[in-house]
């Protein structure tokens, strides 16, 4: 009878910790030093979170944005860019390039003296709102935008330059 009682014990401690483990996932989120996130409450209520460490989340969805992305446009296979993504430029003398380019973008983040100042802080919030709104939670439509402004740029200054 005691063994059936501590086999018992056994299974509702650990379906125990299991739900204690789940509630803690479910209701606690972590921010990155390197990243900074938007909350969007049940009630709509949306909020930016620039400071790294552990939060409550309070049910709400998260989407985690990198403080820095990379964008590789390059001719030869690499991870970052498996396909040929360089730019075909021409230049005023006839002659023409593949160009292969990288380019880092810094997210709308506030820097530490930014932090400081409620007024920056308000102006940096809407900024990265408005990041959050144009490319709706994900960080490939921003890398899409960048790689098209780069395109654009490079076709447009090639026909300045001679190619010798």
Known sequence: MKKHLIGRSVVIAGFGVTFLFVLFWTCFAK????????????????????????????????????????????????????????????????????????????TPCPTEEEEDDAQLMETMVQKQREFHRQFTGNVVNAKIAVRSAVRNVIQQTGPIMSST
Do not use: C
């Open 31 to 106: 921010n990155q030093a390197d990243h900074w996130q938007v909350l969007q409450y049940p009630n709509g209520m949306v909020q930016i979170r620039n400071k790294p460490g552990w939060y409550p989340t309070y049910f709400s969805r998260i989407t985690t944005y990198p403080r820095m992305i990379s964008v590789y446009g390059t001719k030869d296979s690499r991870p970052e860019s498996p396909g040929d993504d360089s730019v075909k430029s021409w230049f005023n003398d006839g002659g023409t390039a593949d160009i292969s380019w990288v380019v880092r973008v810094t």
